[in-house]
């Protein structure tokens, strides 16, 4: 089949097979270039197929050599359906890790039920004996409750409206978006689905099972950005739910012993999910030509890789207890040039003062779209197998 891109709104319905495969090739070739870490050794990725995750697991396996579980709810092919871009993601990565003789095993399904905790307890207890580090990286609109209830995030800011600039990107125009309060179940509902409670959960089980190696260190990724951001981000009804998600790594780490819990906050980037939030893929934009101009620009992978092999092992924290990784992004100088543009951007020099080019490119590889050395002309399998599922 000839895949094409096939683009609605900020999602893409398509992804193309040879495309992920060549984008997981680059991000180990990139972490097989640094010297190895000596990181740890078995590790359970949580939300594993893309963005942070997917960067964590090729950084681990390939730097450290880890033996890793992922855990991901991505689609396979089906008739005339391509797969989703996390199925093939992960499809190129196990293909990568077991020709390097790693272990490498994947569960698709519902990270947040009990089915799921219990298969992947059941491999790591059968296969891995217990695991040195657990990565939480899951990002999800909604979640289903153990009585079957569902309950969904918002995006929205949890005082009065927030009127502010915003992209729209497939016109290439600045618009005005109005961000509406949330309610306080909605706030409520953001925090039970991208909170801490279900990382919790995940840790409970594995300690209670004796699957946490002794000084077993868990992850979770977050988000703070500049005050541009702030009402709709770190002071909306997703900064509470990432409030949440700190005060449980505060919880893991008091309540485990021997477990240490970590918040890492990572850069703003393109990812399937960042792509859904108001006002931020304008910043992203801004952001990006600001950060390559001065040479500091990371995607996911040279992110994770700076975690795994610098923050983490020396443990550089800020006075909250929390790895920065957004530390280049927050430069003030960085920030005040954005500031700047964001003050000064109209559709007349929007080309000038946002990298709306490399945004639509992160956007489009990240379905596999848009890689030098890729025949999108070629007539491609679309039924790629996950070789552990
Ligand atoms: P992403 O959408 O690329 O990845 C989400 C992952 O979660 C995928 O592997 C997906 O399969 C998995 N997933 C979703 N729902 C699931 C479920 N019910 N069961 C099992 N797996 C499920 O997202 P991302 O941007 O990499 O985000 C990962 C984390 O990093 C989030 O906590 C996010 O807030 C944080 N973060 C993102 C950014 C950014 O700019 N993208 C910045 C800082 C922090």
Request: overall charge negative; charged content about 25%.
């Amino acid at each position: 089949m000839i895949v094409e891109p096939k683009v609605r709104g900020f999602i893409c319905t398509t992804a193309h097979p040879v495309g992920c495969r060549e984008n997981v090739r680059r991000q180990i070739e990139y972490v097989r270039k640094k010297a190895r870490t000596g990181g740890p050794k078995r590790v359970l990725v949580v939300g594993s197929s893309t963005g942070y995750g997917l960067a964590s697991r090729i950084e681990l396996a390939f730097s450290s050599g880890a033996a890793t579980l992922g855990v991901m709810f991505e689609r396979p092919a089906s008739g005339k359906r391509t797969a989703s871009a996390g199925w093939y993601n992960t499809a190129a990565f196990e293909e990568f890790a077991h020709a390097d003789g790693l272990y490498a095993k994947t569960i698709n399904g519902d990270a947040f039920s009990r089915e799921v905790k219990e298969q992947a307890a059941a491999v790591i207890a059968e296969d891995m004996g217990q695991v040195d580090m657990v990565v939480y990286s899951l990002a999800a609109p909604r979640r289903t409750l153990a009585d079957g209830t569902k309950v969904s995030s918002v995006l929205k800011t949890t005082g009065e409206d927030y009127t502010n600039k915003n992209i729209d990107l497939a016109a290439r125009k600045i618009t005005e978006v109005t961000v509406t309060p949330a309610t306080e179940q909605e706030i409520a509902d953001t925090v039970k689905v991208m909170g801490g409670e279900d990382w919790k959960d995940w840790i409970s089980l594995l300690s209670e099972k004796g699957l946490l190696a002794p000084d077993a260190v868990t992850l979770a990724y977050s988000y703070l950005g500049p005050e541009l951001t702030h009402p709709m981000y770190m002071d909306g009804s997703i900064g509470r739910a990432k409030e949440h998600l700190f005060q449980t790594s505060r919880e893991i780490t008091q309540e485990f012993p021997g477990v240490a819990a970590y918040i890492s906050v990572n850069k703003a980037l393109v990812t399937q999910s960042s792509a859904a939030i108001p006002i931020v893929p304008l910043y992203i934009s801004i952001l990006y030509r600001v950060m390559k101009e001065k040479g500091t620009h990371e995607g996911c992978i040279e992110q994770m890789h700076r975690l795994f092999a610098e923050k983490l092992p020396a443990l550089q924290t800020d006075e909250r207890g929390m790895l920065r990784l957004d530390d280049w992004e927050m430069e003030p100088d960085v920030q005040e040039a954005v500031l700047r543009a964001w003050n000064e951007i109209t559709d007349e020099n929007l080309g000038e003062l946002a990298d709306v080019d490399g945004y639509w490119e992160d956007f489009y590889q990240m379905f596999g779209f848009r890689m030098d050395g890729v025949d999108y002309a070629a007539d491609v399998e679309v039924n790629v197998p996950v070789e552990s599922i």
